[in-house]
Nanobody
Framework: VQLQASGGGLVQAGGSLTLSCGAS????????MGWYRQAQGKQREFVAD???????DYADSVKGRSTISRDNAKNTVSLSLSSLKPDDTAVYYC????????????????WGQGTQVTVSS
């Protein structure tokens, strides 16, 4: 089972973009899917997550200008960010928590490889 993130790139301040992440493999369920980010020289930080039932949580830094969504059937999660600021520049990682495969193998958490988002001023 792997997570593959995409959608990063170079965006001007004030712009928007959408990140996507999909889980490959035969998956029975994923409890929580979310996004974290790590700016250069800083620790990785929480951005947003969404439970299987659709409950969402956002970091204060992106609240009001971001939307996280998921497709349980496709095991994908998306993050839309708007009103982007240079401070949003970071590598964005998707995360899946409590993953159960079709063969009932369980993973506590999985991380994607990261996608770079650069916001120019």
């Amino acid at each position: 089972v792997q997570l593959q993130a995409s959608g990063g790139g170079l965006v001007q301040a004030g712009g928007s973009l959408t990140l996507s992440c999909g889980a490959s493999g035969s998956i029975r369920s994923i409890d929580v899917m979310g996004w974290y980010r790590q700016a250069q020289g800083k620790q990785r930080e929480f951005v947003a997550d969404i439970s299987r039932s659709g409950r969402t949580d956002y970091a204060d830094s992106v609240k009001g200008r971001s939307t996280i969504s998921r497709d349980n059937a496709k095991n994908t999660v998306s993050l839309s960010l708007s009103s982007l600021k240079p401070d949003d520049t970071a590598v964005y990682y998707c995360k899946a928590v409590r993953v159960t495969t079709a063969s009932f193998r369980r993973y506590l958490e999985l991380w994607g490889q990261g996608t770079q988002v650069t916001v120019s001023s």
